[in-house]
């Protein structure tokens, strides 16, 4: 699966954005969608997963009760709702897709796919 990243801009701390993740191929519905994120100087970091209905969603900690993570499987779409946006979320953030039937854990462990990266920037 193909993967293409965008949303990404310039926002106040405390505003909102949110990123769209739109993938090709006829696979969507069977892939765990995950976005990380990788702040300047910093390793890449793990931020959401949603599972292949969407029925099941993760978070990492630093971002828990300000993201949400979703999928729409008609329009092979996967989001991310940022809210309550801090300085410290600054980032490129990727999405990425874990291999076909792979589980959410596998996913976020070894991804498949990815897409080229957007860039969020919050101004304090």
């Known amino acids: 699966v193909q993967l293409q990243a965008s949303g990404g801009g310039v926002v106040q701390t405390g505003g909102s954005l949110r990123l769209s993740c739109a993938a090709s191929?006829?696979?969507?519905?069977?892939?765990?969608m995950v976005w990380f994120r990788r702040p300047s100087g910093k390793e890449r970091e793990f931020a959401a997963a949603?599972?292949?209905?969407?029925?099941?969603?993760t978070y990492a900690d630093s971002v828990k009760g300000r993201f949400t993570i979703s999928r729409d499987n008609v329009k092979n779409t996967v989001y991310l709702q940022m809210d309550s946006l801090q300085p410290e979320d600054t980032a490129v953030y990727y999405c990425a897709a874990g291999a076909a039937g792979a589980t959410t854990s596998q996913a976020i462990k070894t991804p498949r796919s990815w897409g080229q990266g957007t860039l969020v920037t919050v101004s304090s």
């Open positions: 949603v599972s292949w209905s969407g029925g099941y969603t």
């Open positions: 191929g006829s696979t969507f519905s069977r892939h765990v």
